[in-house]
């Protein structure tokens, strides 16, 4: 019945009263969505490095574990989420299941990538210095990795934020539960707020990761 | 736990056997056709718009930053929220969701395209000049034919990323396949929704490979995508 001009008319893009007594609200659907966020990075993080580091060596275990990897990756979030609610019910488990898995692809992915372009010289020369396998492999090939597992780093993370919002759906959503909220309620404030703020903490986290990397790693900032 | 599963699996059988599943207004056959022809139409309109706006700023060399920079913002954005925010601006129907879908496609295809044609070799583009090809000929039977594999591998991502975020659609009261997982989950109705999340990944894995299949089929022979892409878009639903 109302058309959208008339709609602008009642409702503002953003109330300014409504956002003022709720701030702890829209504050703790912003904690809510950096922790979801954080676990599911973290994790996958975690598990990368390990199963990069076996996969760059054995190509018998790389073309599979990327395979799978990749089919998970092309199903989306909601399909997961749904799929797991009859076993892992609607918990936080079920949100960060998926996306863990879906970090998991860019990071085992970019860990490979970054062993991969390791220069066949600075192998030699390290072979030359004497490095047995294990130490060339954490003392040499890793820290030069490290510029591709950054940059595979911040693609999981600025990616996970916008799809944890769609972990609303099942109760469990961050900024993604006051989208939901703005969507049943027809209320635009809640909606754009969490859009805003979603797209700052994607910007701002991009930004520190950038920046952290820059200071942590010398070597990759001609790159 | 055995039992449970047994009992799902039980459950979600008779659940694709049930005539009302089959056929009618909320049938599979429906609700396919809904998904599908949302998606087709946001791709092929983002496509009508993303390519050329790609292809032509790849050929002169242009605005490559805003190109490129198109993907990594659209990433930062949640796809949820463009979804509502189109749905509370311009109502129900398919029209804001296909407009929310169309906005969600063009940035991969804007970025690939471009990358496809700075790709293409300076020595070939001096070759066809120097063969006496004029500017639009060299960019449509030699630029473009090399720029195929990475400017299809562009219109394969924005299509499975159409095709899983119309699965919201049924969020904004929309048909679609996602129906079946939000109405299994207002009714506590776990078949409907497994049934439902089953049918939503087939069809984004379904997409994927048969993009991959023509993604292969219309490159021309000898021309491969290098086996890392300079540019990966990303997942963001």
Do not use: C
Not at chain 2, 31 to 49: C, D, F, K, M, P
Not at chain 2, 95 to 100: L, M, S
């Amino acid at each position: 019945m109302a058309g959208g001009v008339f709609l602008d008319i009642v409702d503002p893009w953003i109330n300014w009263n409504w956002l003022s007594t709720h701030i702890p609200t829209v504050l703790a659907a912003l904690q809510q969505h950096v922790m979801l966020t954080a676990i599911a990075v973290a994790t996958a993080l975690v598990l990368s490095i390990p199963i990069g580091v076996v996969a760059h060596l054995w190509p018998a275990v790389r073309v599979p574990t990327l395979g799978a990897l990749g089919v998970f990756y092309t199903i989306p979030s909601i399909a997961l989420f749904a799929l797991l609610i009859p076993y892992t019910g609607l918990t936080g488990t079920t949100a960060e299941i998926p996306l863990i898995g879906y970090n998991l692809l860019v990071l085992v992915r970019n860990v490979v990538v970054g062993l991969e372009s390791v220069p066949p010289d600075v192998l030699d020369a390290a072979d030359g210095m004497g490095y047995r396998r294990f130490a060339r492999l954490v003392r040499i090939e890793l820290p030069l990795a490290l510029p591709a597992m950054f940059a595979g780093l911040r693609i999981a993370t600025v990616s996970t934020i916008g799809i944890v919002t769609i972990a609303a759906v099942i109760g469990i959503g961050g900024l993604g539960q006051l989208i939901l909220k703005g969507l049943i309620e027809n209320f635009h404030t809640p909606l754009v707020v969490a859009t805003i703020l979603s797209i700052a903490l994607a910007l701002f986290l991009d930004l520190s990761l950038a920046g952290t990397q820059r200071i942590a790693l010398p070597w990759s900032r001609k790159q | 736990m055995v039992t449970e599963t047994m009992s799902l699996l039980e459950q979600l059988w008779q659940w694709f056997a049930d005539p009302a599943n089959r056929q009618g207004s909320d049938g599979i056959p429906t609700r396919l056709g809904e998904h599908v022809q949302l998606s087709v139409e946001a791709i092929i309109i983002g496509a009508l718009i993303a390519l050329p706006i790609g292809v032509v700023l790849g050929h002169y060399g242009r605005f490559g930053n805003l190109a490129i920079n198109l993907s990594n913002a659209g990433r930062a954005v949640p796809s949820f929220a463009v979804i509502v925010l189109a749905f509370q601006a311009f109502g129900l129907g398919g029209g804001p969701i296909v407009f929310a879908l169309t906005l969600l496609a063009i940035p991969p295809m804007v970025t690939n395209a471009y990358v496809a044609l700075r790709e293409v070799d300076a020595d070939v583009r001096d070759a066809a000049r120097g063969m006496g090809y004029r500017e639009l000929a060299q960019v449509i039977r030699i630029e473009l034919p090399l720029a195929v594999p990475l400017i299809m591998a562009g219109v394969r991502t924005s299509a499975v990323q159409v095709v899983a975020t119309a699965t919201l659609a049924a969020l904004v009261a929309g048909g679609g396949l996602g129906r079946y997982i939000v109405d299994g989950l207002a009714r506590n109705d776990n078949p409907r929704l497994v049934a439902g999340a089953l049918l939503v990944a087939g069809l984004a894995l379904a997409t994927e490979f048969s993009l991959s299949a023509l993604e292969r089929l219309i490159s021309p022979r000898g021309v491969r995508l290098r086996r890392h892409p300079v540019y990966q878009p990303l997942k963001i639903v």
